[in-house]
């Protein structure tokens, strides 16, 4: 193969790679504007990136059984096709059901896409140019969020949240005729097999936690049967998950990977990595349209802001490589600590510039902690066992991501109601202190109309204390995995 048509293999991979990368956070900035369109509470259309991520991560660790069922090459083709489909059905949804059920699609489609891409380039390149294949390929996963929430920011301020999705289409045909020409198919089949049993449990118990985790909060949590029903299932689930790995000869999880202690460790860290990944994605949009009022235009540029930072750590990290993992691990989760304990210092008044910066140093510590977290992971886990330790790697970082942006807005939304009750009891014709004027400044409780003044400011200054409180427990998720790193060995 000519070093043009390994460029040009590099360049489709990369393309793929963008388009998958630009859409995992291209949804966030228009959240406000679908909860307007589609009726929704703050809960309800976070159900629109939850199921996306859960969706992306059941699929995920099925991608080397169908590229070796079907081939990199149709498999590439098929992500693609079925990919900008659920884009075009995301755009064209009426309902949030609809929006949720074309989203699930979008990411099982999208799930493949990073995975056989890696894969096409690392099969183009001869090892000694791995290093430098690798880099341009993650550029792909580098810009794309930077550049997908300010486009979809733009497009959503002077159209509406549709063209968010619509925006996708060209850069699947681009990603198409990409692969359609340039990636050859070489023929070659795996008999792999797959473990159904343990996919099926494992998708159910994570489909069911989730259901668990979103709808707690509007159901009263263990006091309705639906929640019940969930944990029931969810428990059933791992149950037999976990017998069936432990009595199958091919189980769907090797049971060799829980020897490996630097694995396990590994893996404690990418699901405490996932918790933090997309959390202030979600929670910031609806900040700050909702309590600040600003336009989507600005906040794809906060947002951007994050992939800005991610790409100055994955550029620190080309001339880090031989500093301890263990060392740039507590650098990076510090990073995301002050950063959750950053933004929790806001106040209403909501300075662009106070959560610019604040997400940017979010946006370094993600890209300086990915490199390590790998390192430790894989550093003494035998070759054999590398394919089943990534796809349960990237597992875990989806599921931690959907699970903790479920319990922050359910934070968001219980803080909010304590903090409004707390408040109210001070609004009263019995407390003396609200008939002094420099105390009362402008609010009257004397006519309807005022109360209802008085309550709207209420609910924003108990909002706004729930977002807060949202932000300290993202700094506590980041602080409370420090001592677990001294378990790893070099």
Known sequence: MTPLGRALILLTATSVTFLYAMTVSIANVSLPQMQGSLSATQDQIAWVV??????????????????GRFGARRLALWSIVLFAIASLLCGLANSLEALVLYRILQGGAGAPLVPISQAIVLETYPKHQHGVATAVFGMGVVFGPILGPIAGGFLSEAYNWRWVFFMILPFTLIALIGVWIFIKDNGVRRATRLDW????????????????????????????WEIIVYSGLCLTAIYVFVVHCMTSKAPFFPLALLRNRNYMVGLVLVLMFGMLNFTPMTLLPALLQNLGGHPDSIIGLVLGARGLGTLTGFTFMFFASRIDPRYLLIAGFLMQ??????????????SMNWFFWSIYLQGLGVGILWVPISVVAFSTLQVELTQDGTAFLHLLRNIGS?????????????????????????????NENWALPWVSGAWNTGTAEGLAAVSGELGRQSAMIGYINSFYFFALTALIVLPLILLVRR
């Open 197 to 224: 049993t343990g996919l099926l449990t494992l998708t159910i118990s994570i489909a069911t936690l989730q259901l668990m985790l979103d709808r707690g909060e509007r159901t009263g949590w263990f006091d309705s």
């Open 50 to 67: 939850t199921f996306n991520i859960v969706a992306t991560a059941v699929v995920t660790p099925m991608s080397g059984w169908l590229a």
């Open 402 to 430: 959907s699970i903790h942006i479920s319990l922050s807005i359910t934070l968001v939304i219980r803080s909010a109601q304590t903090s409004y009750a707390e408040l109210s009891e001070h609004v009263s014709p019995f």
């Open 337 to 350: 600590g002050v950063s959750g304990w950053w933004m929790a210092q806001s106040d209403l008044s909501l």
